[in-house]
């Protein structure tokens, strides 16, 4: 009879996801520092962070499928190897491919680690699983937050990217040595007796599919917009950098006192409301300027807060026959989203940047201009204008988020008043 330590798993799984944060926070603070290292334009920096997006959904859809039979260790066990191996690639990178290469590498370890770690909280707090989930994904943004100091802190003492990127193998070895320590429980699908019939059965069912395709439009508001945030409006303020850390510490506390929350609220009332914030926050990044951006990026952060977690929560909670491979098909989603959304922004966003420019420019040559000069004057206006034109496209996607959580709100209700009139009848 194994031994479960539940503390223990729930602590070594945000190491876990410790390092998965932290490879956002870092690239989304070196973005510009590779721009320039490589000469890189902005489709190419874009495909460059969707590829961890890829390898993202990549993992996480097939650890759904296997996770139940080779068990959630074995595949933490391969999280950690991926992980050296894309850390290690990345210290060492060459160029655009090697970069391209280590991104998706390190994509790969971060999907399996979630598609680990999401059906542990679930079979580890069976009672409280959007409360732990919350709890447990507040290492994202707080990763995200150390991972953008650890950038501000390293440029201002001149050490290179490649340092920043080293700094996240001490929890990569951390968690690797917490997780081959300890013995893990069966997935709750398993343990509960639900049949692999059942588990297709949920995740064909209209309300799975229906949260299926809202993951994409959570996802993109949030992880987007957090990976892109410094790139697009560095221009608009000086401290954009510290624009993605106060959202995300906004995030980091919401999370940490989910439990009121959710239980006063339930999951669809949360999603509800995290929509309207989020659009609320997106429209105001896209409009403000100056000091007042940094209110922006608070309401912004305090729509995007329960999100990701609350999304899984309320699959866990409502469509429990799903299972590990419902929780991870919903990542899969949101990540595979994003990954899509990302590199057509990144087009996007030169072709916008051309558009401000004078008729006719060289986009490359624009780059290439000297600080100072004349042409790195025009590039830095068109990209003024260009940034928030993003995030104004973007802000359609929480605005039909409000509508579709308002039904899914007066769904579920009418759902439980009819449960009620059932269990009244008998």
Not at 22 to 50: D, K, P, V, W
Not at 52 to 74: E, N, Q, S, T, Y
Not at 341 to 350: A, E, I, L, N
Request: proline share 4%.
């Amino acid at each position: 009879m194994p031994n479960i330590q539940t503390n223990k798993l729930f602590w070594a799984s945000c190491m876990a996801l410790l390092v998965t944060s932290l490879s956002f926070g870092i690239r989304a603070g070196m973005m510009g520092q590779l721009a320039n290292e490589f000469q890189l334009n902005a489709t190419q920096l874009g495909t460059i962070t969707a590829t961890a997006f890829w390898g993202f959904p990549l993992a996480i859809i097939i650890g759904g499928f296997i996770v139940d039979a080779v068990g959630m260790k074995r595949l933490l066990v391969a999280a950690f190897v991926f992980h050296l191996a894309g850390i290690a690639l990345t210290i060492f990178a060459q160029g655009y491919w090697s970069l391209f290469l280590s991104t998706l590498l390190i994509g790969i370890a971060n999907g399996t680690v979630e598609a680990a770690c999401n059906p542990l909280m679930a079979t580890l707090f069976p009672e409280n699983k959007t409360t732990k989930l919350n709890h447990f994904h507040l290492w994202f943004p707080g990763g995200i937050v150390i991972g953008t100091l650890v950038v501000t802190l390293f440029v201002k003492v001149s050490l290179s990217w490649q340092w920043q990127v080293a700094a996240m193998l001490i929890p990569t070895l951390v968690y690797g040595f917490l997780f081959s320590k300890l013995d893990f429980p069966k997935t709750e699908r398993v343990t509960s007796g639900y049949s692999t019939s059942d588990m297709y059965r949920a995740v064909l069912s209209p309300l799975f599919i229906f949260m299926f395709i809202c993951m994409f439009g959570t996802a993109i508001t949030e992880l987007f917009t957090g990976q892109w945030i410094g790139l697009l409006l560095k221009n608009v303020t000086d401290n954009a950098l510290l624009l993605l850390t106060l959202t995300t510490g906004i995030m980091v506390i919401g999370r940490a006192f989910a439990e009121p929350v959710v239980h006063k609220l339930a999951p669809q009332g949360v999603l509800l409301l995290s929509a309207i914030f989020a659009a609320s926050g997106l429209y105001m990044l896209s409009t403000l300027t100056g000091s007042s951006i940094f209110l922006a990026a608070i309401v912004f952060g305090i729509g995007v807060c329960y999100f990701w977690p609350t999304m899984i929560g309320f699959v866990a909670e409502n469509i429990p026959g799903s299972g590990a491979l419902g929780l991870n098909l919903m990542g899969g989603a949101g990540m595979f989203a994003v990954s899509i959304y990302t590199v057509f922004m990144g087009s996007f966003y030169d072709k916008l940047i051309v558009k401000h420019l004078p008729a006719g420019a060289d986009l490359k040559v624009y780059s290439k201009a000297s600080e100072g000069s004349l042409l790195a004057q025009d590039l830095n206006e068109a990209k003024n204008m260009a940034g928030p034109e993003i995030l104004q496209t973007t802000l359609v996607i929480p605005l039909i988020l409000v509508l579709a959580f308002t039904g899914l709100l007066l769904y579920m209700r009418s759902r439980k008043i009819r449960a009620a009139k059932s269990l009244h009848a008998i």
